[in-house]
Structures are given as structure tokens and as C-alpha cells.
Nanobody
Framework: QVQLVESGGGLVQPGGSLRLSCVAS????????ISWFRQAPGKAREGVSC????????KYVDAVRGRFTISKDNAKSTVYLQMTSLKPDDPAVYYC??????????????????????WGQGTQVSVSS
């Protein structure tokens, strides 16, 4: 059974940092791209970042590029999202998700929600003013 469990959310001040973790089970992280999405109140779900071992690619949405870094440890079946320079408009529930297309990189999979079949429960990120 495919399972994704996020953790690491919390409350930070503007300009602060936070690292999210996603522990994956039920599939081989070496062969499937995995991504982070977020959804804030009153906003649509937004793809944040993607990482794939298949071609070593990563992908970032413009709003977080240069501030967030995605990485993973295949041996630990864990994906991370290191968030720095957090802004008041970054707060949202952050979700980890993976797709069913083995061997495809992030440039092909993209950050569109319909391409992702498995989702975690989400972790809340809040930024104080």
C-alpha cells in the first residue's frame, strides 16, 4: 500500500526557516517522482516542487524558487522540503504526493494535481507577522 506521511510543519516568523519531511512507503522512491503541493485558505492547490531520481531533475514553482530546496534520501525513503526566507503569504497546508508513472522526470510529470495519484495527510505551515 502506498503511503505518504508529512511532518515538520509549524509556526515560524517571517524570514525564518522550516524543513518538511515526507516518509514514503509501499513503492520504490528511486523510480517515481515525488512532489510537494500547498493550499492556503481562499486559494487553489498549488504545486510547489518536484524531485525525481530517474533523471536527477528538480522543479520549482516561481513563487518559491531560490527560497525552497527539495531533496531526498532514497535509503530512508524520505523527501524533504527546506524552506527559507519564509514570507507571510507562504502559510498553507503542505502535501506530499507521488504519481504512477515510473521512470519519468519532473520536467515531464510537472506540478499538475491530476497527475498525482497518492497524497499524504498534509502538514500546516504558519508564518507570523
Amino acid at each position: 500500500q502506498v503511503q505518504l506521511v508529512e511532518s515538520g510543519g509549524g509556526l515560524v516568523q517571517p524570514g525564518g526557516s522550516l524543513r518538511l519531511s515526507c516518509v514514503a512507503s509501499g513503492f520504490d522512491l528511486d523510480y517515481y517522482a515525488i512532489s510537494w503541493f500547498r493550499q492556503a485558505p481562499g486559494k487553489a492547490r498549488e504545486g510547489v516542487s518536484c524531485i525525481s531520481t530517474a533523471d536527477g531533475s528538480t522543479k520549482y514553482v516561481d513563487a518559491v524558487r531560490g527560497r525552497f530546496t527539495i531533496s531526498k534520501d532514497n535509503a530512508k525513503s524520505t523527501v524533504y522540503l527546506q524552506m527559507t526566507s519564509l514570507k507571510p503569504d507562504d502559510p498553507a497546508v503542505y502535501y506530499c504526493a507521488t504519481n504512477t508513472y515510473a521512470g519519468l522526470g519532473c520536467g515531464i510529470i510537472g506540478l499538475a494535481s491530476p497527475r498525482y495519484a497518492y497524497w499524504g495527510q498534509g502538514t500546516q505551515v504558519s508564518v507570523s507577522s
